[in-house]
Structure formats: structure tokens, C-alpha cells
């Protein structure tokens, strides 16, 4: 079976130096924030070509605070996409803030910019373009929107460590970024972690304050904080993998390029890559309106495979609350329902991308031949 994520794999390729770097927190008992948060910040930073990192224990807590540095809260709006991971929105929800929807791009699924001023009202504080499955969104009409209005651009790029647009990595173009070090994310601790990073110096101190209950020393509590650290461990493993992410890029880049001419000729939806965009396949999916048979498909063909994201959040029973109704956003509805992620990861080797577009090929001749 080839696996949709082999994170063994990669541990294996790195295995020495992660067990030094665990060793050495073990052994200087930094087990929450210390030197290696301290390095591991400065140096994710600075790879995204931005002055500040603050370190937190998730990317959902990433973004919670973020826009609590931003001033949002009760009464404001934030724009975003449906066709996202829940936690954008849950922050938002977090905040005491509404969430506004626009649609998506149905090229790259990400935010279509030419939506955002008929969402725009007077309550509205913040842009939050998702940087989809590892392409960053359209940014500059993004920002010169968010400039003429006065809005805050908080990107959520979870899913884009090391993406670039136009030349400019994700998180060196909005006012903050958000990103996750979910273990199965192109940069991925061994347990949760998340950044912020930004270029302002007061959003800085402030994040820095709320992920450690508020206080700006010890027992000098300025903010009503929170308990958002992240721990040594993690900083320590990440230092390690930090080191790679270019490589492991590449050899994502080139996994998506043998997808792309393996899969040239069958007909089947592959994902768009801007040519101004460094895309860096954080997930490859395909689209089909016979999801869920070629799923079943795949797997009987020794082939996993995911769907990133079978609901969009406006139809999710815990945002009902929100007002949004079925056709809204019909191109994040037709992507939540045709999306299908197949394996991706740095290891993957040729054999393997060759079994999967075989099998994909041979799917997608079946359900021709079945419809004709």
C-alpha cells in the first residue's frame, strides 16, 4: 500500500540529529519556550523573509492571536473563504468577531479577490487569505483592497511554508501569518506547534504576551492571556527540520511534476500552478465527480488517499449560525465535492508516483468507458 503521508520515512532520513536535538532538551530541561524557541523563531523568520516569529502550540492558536493582536473582537467582521480548514473560522469565532465569506478562485481554490469589495461593510477589521494546499493566494489585489479600506491581511499559511508569490515567500507580505507545524505539514513537529510571524514590532510584543497568560515578565500579568506556549522539544525538533525544508520542497515539486506528466493525457482535473507562484504541494489533488468510487478505487489498488475538505465550513452544522445557505459559494461547494488528494510527501519515490498515475489513468479510462 503507498501510503498518503510516510512520516517515518522522513524521520528515518534525519534520525540522528532529531535524537540529538531531543537529547539536548532533555538534558537542559528547556522543556517550554527556551533557547532552541528562541533560535527556531528567529530562524523561521527569517527563512520567510520577515523579522519577527512567535512560537505557540498550535496554528489554530497562531491565528486566534494574531487577530487579537489586530484588535479584532465583538462587533467586527473578518473576510475569509468557506473552502478552508474549520480552524480559520474558529479563530474568528474565538475572537467574538463574525466571519464573512467570499468564493474561491476554481483554478487554485484560493481566494478570488474580485469578491472582496461587495463583502467589505463598516464593520469589517481583517482580510484572511488561506494559502491553499501550498499555493499562496492572488496577494497584491488582496492588499491593494485591504490598503484602500484600512484592513488588516492575516495569512493563513498553514499549508504554504516556503511558498512563494511573485518572488516574496508566504508570511512576508500581510501584516501577520499564521502557520501550523502539525506533524503531517511540510514543516511538521513531532507533536502540535504553530507560528506567528510578522514584521511589526507591537504585534510582536503583544502575541509574545498573550501565548504566555499576558504577562510581559514573569507574574506581571498586562493582558488577559493564554497558555499558547510552545514547548522546547518541538522548537528543538524543528531547528533540525528547518534545515531540509528546502530539499524536501523540491522533492515535493518534483513528486507533483511526475503527477502532472503522468497524468497529462487522462483527463483528470490536476492542480493549477500560477506560473508567478512557487507552489509547494503541501497536498496534490485531483478532482473528480466520481469521488468517492475512485477513492474506493485507489485503495483497492494499493493506493491511499485523502479529501481536503469534504464540507465547506459554511455548511458545517456548527457555523449554521452564520446565515449561509447551500449555492452561496458554488465554487467552493463544487470543490468540496470533487477534490481528491492522492499521496504526497518528500520521500515519494518515482515507482511510486508511476503505480499512482497508473492506477488514476486506469480509474479514469474505467469511468469513461462506464458513461459512454
Not at 509547494?280 to 485503495?299: F, K, P, S
Amino acid at each position: 500500500m503507498i501510503p498518503f503521508v510516510d512520516l517515518k520515512a522522513q524521520y528515518l532520513g534525519i534520525k540522528s540529529e532529531v535524537d540529538a536535538a531531543i537529547q539536548r532538551t532533555l538534558d537542559n530541561t528547556s522543556f517550554i519556550l527556551g533557547p532552541d524557541v528562541s533560535a527556531f523563531e528567529e530562524e523561521f523568520a527569517a527563512y520567510c523573509g520577515n523579522k519577527h516569529g512567535i512560537g505557540v502550540n498550535t496554528g489554530t492558536s497562531a491565528l486566534h492571536l494574531a487577530m487579537l493582536a489586530a484588535g479584532i473582537g465583538p462587533g467586527d467582521e473578518v473576510i475569509t473563504v468557506p473552502f478552508t480548514f474549520v480552524a480559520t473560522v474558529a479563530a474568528v469565532h474565538y475572537c467574538g468577531a463574525k466571519t464573512v465569506f467570499v468564493d474561491i478562485d476554481p483554478r487554485t481554490f484560493t481566494m478570488d479577490p474580485t469578491k472582496l469589495e461587495a463583502a467589505i461593510t463598516p464593520r469589517t477589521k481583517a482580510i484572511v487569505p488561506v494559502h491553499l494546499y501550498g499555493q499562496m493566494a492572488d496577494m497584491d489585489p488582496i492588499m491593494e483592497v485591504a490598503r484602500r479600506h484600512k484592513l488588516v491581511v492575516i495569512e493563513d499559511a498553514a499549508q504554504a511554508h516556503g511558498a512563494e508569490y511573485k518572488g516574496r515567500r508566504a508570511g512576508s507580505i500581510g501584516d501577520l501569518a499564521c502557520f501550523s507545524f502539525y506533524p503531517g505539514k511540510n514543516l511538521g513537529a513531532y507533536g502540535e506547534g504553530g507560528m506567528v510571524v510578522t514584521g511589526n514590532p507591537e504585534y510582536t510584543r503583544t502575541v509574545r504576551m498573550l501565548r504566555d497568560w499576558g504577562a510581559e515578565k514573569k507574574y506581571q500579568h498586562v493582558l488577559k492571556g493564554f497558555n499558547f506556549r510552545l514547548e522546547g522539544m518541538q522548537g528543538a525538533i524543528l531547528r533540525v527540520k528547518l534545515k531540509y525544508l528546502e530539499k524536501w520542497t523540491e522533492a515535493r515539486c518534483a513528486a507533483a511534476t511526475r503527477y502532472d506528466q503522468g497524468l497529462a493525457s487522462s483527463g483528470v482535473p490536476t492542480p493549477a500552478a500560477l506560473a508567478h507562484n512557487r507552489h509547494v504541494y503541501h497536498v496534490y489533488a485531483i478532482r473528480t465527480q466520481q469521488r468517492a468510487a475512485w477513492q474506493d478505487a485507489l485503495q483497492a489498488k494499493g493506493v491511499s488517499s485523502g479529501i481536503h475538505y469534504p464540507i465547506p465550513v459554511h455548511l458545517l452544522p456548527a457555523y449554521a449560525d452564520l446565515g449561509y445557505t447551500a449555492g452561496q459559494f458554488p465554487h467552493s461547494e463544487r470543490a468540496a465535492n470533487e477534490v481528491l488528494s492522492l499521496p504526497m510527501f518528500p520521500e515519494l519515490t518515482v515507482e511510486q508516483t508511476d503505480t499512482v498515475c497508473g492506477a488514476v489513468r486506469a480509474i479514469a479510462a474505467a469511468s469513461l468507458q462506464a458513461a459512454a
